[in-house]
């Protein structure tokens, strides 16, 4: 916090991309930290090394993967400890892979929780004075999707004889190359630690046939560009595994782990930079459209065919030769181009280019097939390149484009051959056309979409993001080669990825009415030993099938490949395989102190059987897709408008799976320690507690039992305080079990019921949304400063019904801008209240917690009562099941209890009828008979005449019954404009008046 107590957006080095994981339930005893208990004892040979070391200690570092058909989940926990009695800064800093996004953090300092959240980021992004900034929230850097690894930083302060525990979940799908996954795990802690322990799990829906664990690679790598594959001869000697590695391989399902002591580490070296671990495996496929797996109304589809026959391929290589690849730059591209000739096939066409301050073509106007002769001319004309001059990067593309171009529309040309370019740079344009926008608009124009561009960078000074766009927009690939990398091995590895070209214009349909929010399903070129990989929304949820068309071309012939797969067989399936996954990760108890085992990996609560995100693994890899997708159009996009569409689209999803990319940020308050080296004395409520505790103290001995405690918080007074600083007491004092209710409400499916008392009426309407969707129930943030959003999950429907599914609000969110700002957010598990500090309490709790601005009042496993100023009270009915039937989840009802602090001009879909008059009248009605009229029910709101049925709904959980009119068709004319106006674009959205609705 700072010196106002506001919250800080925490800085983040290269940050990236966030579901809360429920990982700080382990932690709820673990509110004092017992130093007395010693660390686990120190080999002697490294103890000097240690003692040395003025830094926090890492007392473990445990790092847990689960990846289930190739959808990788990612737990870090890593335990520092103080040992000094003076408060000393922590810093906790991991790479990732820069295709996955985080997912969550989490700090636990001083017995304190410091939860994330991940907001949308502001148009204009400013820097913190004297801080760090943050590469990746540049516009510049947003959108490097190929650039290896980036590093995650957080520094906090850390209380004298303490321990901080940093926990961070990050996601990614892992992408076939050469015929292999790799999954890749940093290990570069710094120093040496005390316990260090790597656990990899991979399940897959279809047998495991490759395994294979890497020795530590260290130095940067960019991965997979330089792996072993199909086309690349294999070392005749298998490479053995890091010491200290023990795997298990079983037919779909292997575990890898690797627990070197702090012995084994120093051996390998003893600043901690042990390197990456990496496997490589692959799976069994079949021929046909492929491996669809199905699961909460989503499906994903993995398409990767083989034993087909290679397409012929054109392509001009366009190699730098300005001065700065004077050097090791030059004679490693010289070695990878000759390298690359011997792999060109008979059936193939080629030419090269060099540029730097001019274009030289080797074979001026043509491209010639692959002989020996013109291989030996190509090799002298490449042993040749001499590097001299300036970098013309536009004149190199168009020369390119032309030459390709003539020759594809000239006679002879094979029809359904592939044909690309392959550029390479180490620099950024300096002579020619230098402006980034005009080099890409030329770069359309002369590409015309009749051939991919794949691009190259090598070293530090390239505009990557020029390069990214000339591919994206170009149905190509960007590749990024770090400056101490093997760029040759690395050249001959990308070039081994797209030189075997089996299909082209491959299309992939499915049932039109059955599918929606499909993710890319149009690909120019598909390549031996990569994948394709789809992912959808099942519109129609009840359908027995799904029917799956594939077209594409081949170098001879246009290939159809389809079939019906069974949706409720395909999810059955689905589901045992996500059971396999969470049995196949060990169950792991809460830590101790001195440290143990925790979190759970793969995105596992810990202390639980199941998975949480993995359970919907395929959903969220549809999300993981669909960002990603948002992202690249937006990248493509030619206008502000459509830029701006995709930008909101992605951002949207970002927020709703907590991802954090480049349109989010991730916000953490900063913990505050005081002159003396201890916590600053905040109260926290530990998760499922049920009682309150200050700072790392633990409660009297008379308030640990099931009485409900009720945390008051007083603002500090005097000159002396510390600002952002809070002192607080604790109170025995029940909770009202019994609650006020009107019945203004929206709950179950959800059904809303709306008291008119003035008019002495009860209208009643459904709300047919998407799971998803987030409704504005409650909008007066102009005036009262509330709003009221909720959020929808689906579920299918029960037997026998008439509905697809219906729909539920899983979190109720509650924000307060007046007197000061705060908001409540309500799942079914917990609630969070953010205001001048933030707290987590457990529904299953009874507690009450009051401030300045508001009150919450929690009864367990029943209601959340939130009370502002006095004037204005909502309460919060949770639903949970023990034993849930399919078409059960757990979700929360919302009822308007006392709306007197609310204006007149407040809206939203509840919020608009608070002060509303309605009438009852009847209309005639010619009937079936001859002659005969009948009347039938009318409401009059606001000049509008609304038909209306009457019904019976039941409330308070079944505990009431209310008659009411009944609206139908999405409360259509009830409603000002139309039920799309409510639905916001995120949870904390405090629009006014939703967009588009008609108050007339």
């Known amino acids: 916090m700072n010196k106002d107590g506001k919250m800080l957006a925490v800085t983040l080095l290269l940050c990236f991309s966030p579901c809360v994981l429920g990982q700080l339930e382990d932690y709820s005893h673990w509110s004092d930290f017992d130093l007395d208990i010693a660390p686990r004892r120190v080999p002697r040979q490294v103890k000097t090394l240690l003692t040395k070391e003025t830094k926090p200690h890492i007392q473990e570092l445990s790092i847990k993967s689960t990846i289930i058909s190739r959808y990788a989940f990612t737990a870090v926990s890593c335990t520092m400890l103080n040992r000094h009695s003076a408060a000393t800064e922590g810093v906790f800093q991991f790479q990732i892979p820069s295709s996955a996004y985080v997912s969550n953090f989490t700090m636990i300092i001083g017995g304190r929780v410091y939860q994330s959240e991940v907001k949308p980021k502001e148009k204009k992004v400013k820097q913190d004075k004297g801080g760090n900034t943050n590469p990746k929230n540049k516009e510049s850097d947003n959108t490097s999707i190929e650039l290896g690894v980036e590093m995650f930083r957080m520094a906090a302060s850390i209380p004298g004889r303490n321990r901080a525990v940093f926990l961070l979940t990050y996601e990614e799908l892992l992408q076939r190359r050469l015929g292999r996954y790799e999954h890749v795990t940093s290990l570069r802690p710094l120093q040496l630690v005390s316990r260090l322990s790597l656990e990899v799990t991979v399940v897959d829906h279809s047998p495991i046939t490759y395994l294979e664990v890497l020795p530590l690679r260290r130095g940067k790598s960019n991965g997979a560009a330089a792996a072993s594959g199909p086309n690349t001869p294999r070392t005749p000697v298998k490479p053995e595994p890091p010491a200290a590695t023990a795997i298990k391989w079983d037919k779909n399902l292997c575990k890898i782990t690797f627990s070197p002591t702090i012995v084994q580490q120093a051996k390998i070296t003893t600043n901690g930079i042990l390197g990456d ?145 392959i550029f390479l740079t180490d620099g950024r344009p300096t002579v020619g056309e230098t402006h980034s926008p005009a080099i890409l608009g030329n770069t359309r124009s002369a590409v015309q979409e009749k051939f991919c561009l794949f691009t190259i960078g090598m070293g530090n000074d390239v505009d990557y993001r020029l390069l990214e766009r000339m591919a994206l927009e170009n149905c190509g690939m960007m590749r990024r080669i770090n400056e101490e990398a093997d760029a040759s091995a690395m050249l001959k590895g990308f070039y081994d990825e797209i030189g075997t070209p089996l299909l082209s214009d491959i299309r992939i349909n499915y049932t039109e ?200 918080r007083k603002q500090p007074v005097g000159q002396g305080s510390n600002p952002g600083k809070t002192t607080g007491r604790l109170e025995r004092r029940p909770v009202k079990k019994s609650i006020t209710i009107s ?63 219906r729909t539920y ?77 399919p078409y ?93 106006d409510y639905v916001t674009s995120h949870m904390f959205d405090t629009g006014d008046v939703p967009h588009g609705t008609n108050e007339a």
């Open 277 to 421: 671990f990496v496997i490589r495996y692959d799976v069994e496929r079949e021929m046909g459209i492929g491996d669809i797996q199905v699961l909460n109304g989503h499906f994903v589809h993995y398409f990767a065919p083989k034993d087909l026959p290679v397409v012929p391929k054109n392509v001009v290589f366009v190699i730098d030769t300005s001065a700065s690849m004077l050097g090791t730059k030059i004679r490693q591209t010289k070695d990878a181009l000759f390298t690359i000739l011997r792999d060109l096939r008979p059936e193939d066409h080629f030419n090269f280019i060099s540029f730097s301050s001019k274009v030289k073509v080797w074979q001026p106007s043509r491209l010639v097939p692959v002989t020996p002769l013109n291989v030996r001319d190509a090799k002298k004309f490449i042993y040749m390149l001499t590097p001299t001059g300036a970098t013309n990067i536009d004149g190199a593309i168009q020369t390119g484009s032309k030459l390709l171009s003539d020759y594809l529309s000239g006679p002879g040309t094979n029809q359904n051959s592939v044909s690309l370019i």
């Open 513 to 712: 009415d059955a599918v929606q929010y499909v993710t890319q399903h149009l690909f120019n070129n598909y390549f031996n030993g990569s994948e394709i990989v789809i992912a959808g929304k099942l519109s129609n949820r009840s359908a027995e099938s799904l029917h799956v068309q594939v077209t594409a071309s081949n170098s001879d012939k246009s290939i159809v490949l389809e079939t019906d797969v069974p949706l409720r067989q395909r999810e059955a399936e689905t589901e045992r395989h996500v059971k396999a996954a969470a049995a196949a990760t060990a169950k792991v108890a809460g830590p101790k102190p001195g440290g143990s085992e925790v979190a759970q990996g793969s995105g596992v609560t810990p202390g639980t059987e199941a998975a949480s995100p993995a359970q919907d693994f395929v959903e969220r890899v549809w999300g993981f897709l669909s960002v990603k997708e948002g992202l690249r159009s937006r990248l493509r996009s030619q206008t502000s408008r459509e830029r701006e569409g995709h930008a909101q689209q992605a951002t949207n999803l970002s927020l709703n799976y907590h991802f954090l990319t480049p349109l989010t940020n991730l916000v953490v308050e900063k913990p505050k320690v005081l002159a003396d080296g201890t916590m600053a004395p905040t109260p926290t409520l530990m998760p499922e507690t049920g009682a309150a505790a200050l700072s790392a103290n633990k409660l009297p001995e008379d308030m640990e039992g099931d009485t409900p405690t009720t945390l008051h």
């Open 743 to 805: 019945k203004t409400s929206a709950d179950g499916d959800p059904h809303f019921v709306v008291e008119f008392p003035l008019s002495k009426l009860t209208v009643c309407f459904n709300i047919n949304g998407e799971p998803g969707h987030v409704l504005r129930l409650v909008s007066d943030h102009k005036y009262s400063g509330v709003t009221v959003n909720g959020k929808l999950i689906g579920a299918p429907a029960p037997p026998g019904s008439h509905k697809q599914q």
């Open 809 to 885: 609000f899983s979190t109720i969110t509650i924000m307060v801008d007046q007197p000061k700002r705060a908001y409540i957010e309500v799942t079914p598990k917990k609630v969070i209240l953010d205001g001048r500090d933030r707290m987590v309490l457990p529904c299953d709790s009874t507690a009450a917690v009051e401030s300045d601005v508001l009150s919450v009042a929690v009864v367990g496993k029943s209601n959340v009562t939130v009370t502002i100023g006095g004037t204005i009270s909502f309460v919060i009915l949770v639903h949970q099941y023990k034993n849930p039937a």
């Open 888 to 980: 059960q989840r757990d979700h929360l009802g919302f009822y308007i209890s006392n709306s007197k602090g609310l204006s007149h001009s407040c809206h939203g879909l509840l919020g608009q009828f608070l002060y509303e008059e309605v009438g009852l009248a009847e209309i005639g009605a010619s009937s079936s008979a001859p002659g005969q009229t009948t009347t039938l029910p009318v409401l009059k709101v606001k000049g509008r005449s609304v038909p209306v049925v009457k019904k019976t709904r039941r409330i308070l959980s079944g505990t009431q019954s209310v008659d009411c009119w009944f609206a139908r068709n999405n409360a259509a004319k009830l409603i000002d404009g139309q039920y799309e």
